[in-house]
DNA sequence: ATATGACTGGACTGTCAAGTCCACTTCGGG
DNA sequence: CCCGAAGTGGACTTGACAGTCCAGTCATAT
């Protein structure tokens, strides 16, 4: 089931890849195993090869996402531990936003919805990525405790919560209206709570 | 197309709400007319009496999936014009997370998630379901503000849009963990915001 | 009472996707 | 060189679903 050579194993990430892709497109549900297929250069039988059934291949599409995504923003965390870094993470998400035409939220909780309640597997693997991108955050506002920017009672777990939580109804309002704005808007909410603990009174 | 007798419109009723629940349980792609049928006792035939196809008694149940979320908090949003009322209102949607057993987030947003960007009007339906929504908020921060208990210069509308983006954030969060608390952190955090902005300083 | 049109039921068709099967190719080790 | 396993391709089966069709029922207005 696990390729043994290294060809199975392109031949496995292709597939996962073009899974990914379709479902992005086309929903989990009405992505077809053939299309999937077709654009990996891969009949279907490959995918049974190297999948027991279509839920097994979604299973692996959710870890492929959740990975794109906080890999996606990679760079971006390394900058969390400042404030001009997080408004800077903030800025680089709107403008992703604006680049797509507020069109797709974010592709975890897209999966989520679709498949959240239907595969509980699938469900602990995108709860997971949610947990991961929390934990980098968090990881941020600490860094700023540690470096004098935050007051040291700040509750960084909840703040990192909260924000996380602000960011993904962010997305999906702006992806509703079509209009980046409604993230901003959400996203400049949390700022303006982390601000609230800030030290220094040098504006915000 | 539209019922003309009263049995008619009880027919298109039962069959809208059925269908809503049916897309409630297996998503929208995976909801089929059968089952709609079954459960309205209403044979595909009806269905097809009413609606063009599926797609147009999906923007049906859309608008019903509208309509039911902000019914629901009705009373609620009456109570809204406080600060008492606006913490009511929070509790009692961690309450209701808590009862489904934080399963299955906002009906408005699983629906724009499966059919949003796959059907523009059913889009732009859900959009005005959250507008309202939204609304409502405004309205009660707004007459916060003319009570007395918010700074008059406070931006009613910005923290409306911040707050629902709290509260469909803390949604997601709390369907992928399974967990309720993912909510209150989350609109306790939306809560902070506007506390900043409280004249009177009588402990939050 | 009956004709008309709204309303209803169920059978039928075409399409499409999941999953199975088997024959074939590639490639590395003996 | 050749044997066996890993990898590959495509045809086939089965089932489910969207959408159509037509024959029949019900309510009511005259």
Redesign the interface.
Known sequence: MLPTTDRGRLSRERIVASAAAVVAEK?A??ASLDEVGARATASRSQIYHYFDDKSDLLRAVAEATSDAVLDGQRVLFAELGTWVGLVRWTDALVSLQVERGA???CPI??L???L???DDDI?VV??AG?DRWEDHIRDGLAAMVAGGELRPESDVA??A??????????L??S????DPQ?LR??L???L??IA?HRTAVETA
Chains 1, 2 share one sequence.
């Open positions: 929903g549900l009405g069109a797709g939220g909780a897209n989520l919805g679709q959240g309640e239907r469900r995108l709860s949610f909840w703040l919560a909260s924000t996380l939580a602000s960011l993904q109804g962010g999906v309002l992806q509703a209206r079509r409604a808007r959400a400049d909410g949390a303006a709570l609230s």
